[in-house]
């Protein structure tokens, strides 16, 4: 109840900050029948991102203001800038080094990859694995794995 409560705050600030420029939807949004963001009718984003959004259509930002490229990211992967209480966050999502490279990834082979919609694939699996978002296929990428078990 608690956190509803604050996430029906936020969305309150998010409409009188951005107006409609951004859609923010809470996880509590698909967990109750009391649905005033009316984004919750028409957006369920298990059926519009077949692989992860992260960077692309959405981030999360922690109780410090730090904004993070997706939860399983946490603090490990920074964002410059980074702060939606010392930035606007439009700035951030426009600007951010990161998002960037997420929505334009220079990866050798992705272009004409024929599963190249996954962008990438996980980024913070990419991360690990190079030390930079969007600097190689994702250690799980679905056509090396097919290569590897079908040789």
């Excluded at 705050?9 to 859609?23: G, I, R």
């Excluded at 082979?109 to 913070?124: A, F, I, L, Q």
């Amino acid at each position: 109840m608690k956190m509803q409560k604050f996430y029906a705050e936020v969305s309150e600030w998010t409409k009188e900050k951005f107006n409609n420029e951004f859609a923010y939807v809470a996880p509590t949004d698909f967990l109750t029948d009391n649905r005033d963001n009316p984004v919750v009718d028409f957006i369920d984003p298990n059926k519009i991102m077949p692989m992860c959004g992260a960077g692309k259509y959405h981030c999360s930002i922690g109780p410090d203001g730090n904004v993070i490229l997706c939860p399983g990211a946490g603090k490990q992967i920074k964002i410059t800038p980074g702060n939606c209480l010392e930035e606007d966050f439009k700035k951030i999502w426009m600007e951010g080094d990161v998002f960037k490279a997420v929505r334009q990834p220079n990866i050798p082979g992705c272009s004409t990859c024929e599963y190249k919609n996954c962008m990438g694939g996980c980024h913070v699996r990419t991360f690990h694995k190079y030390g930079k978002v969007g600097s190689g296929p994702d250690p799980e990428c679905r056509k090396n794995f097919l290569k590897k078990y079908q040789a």
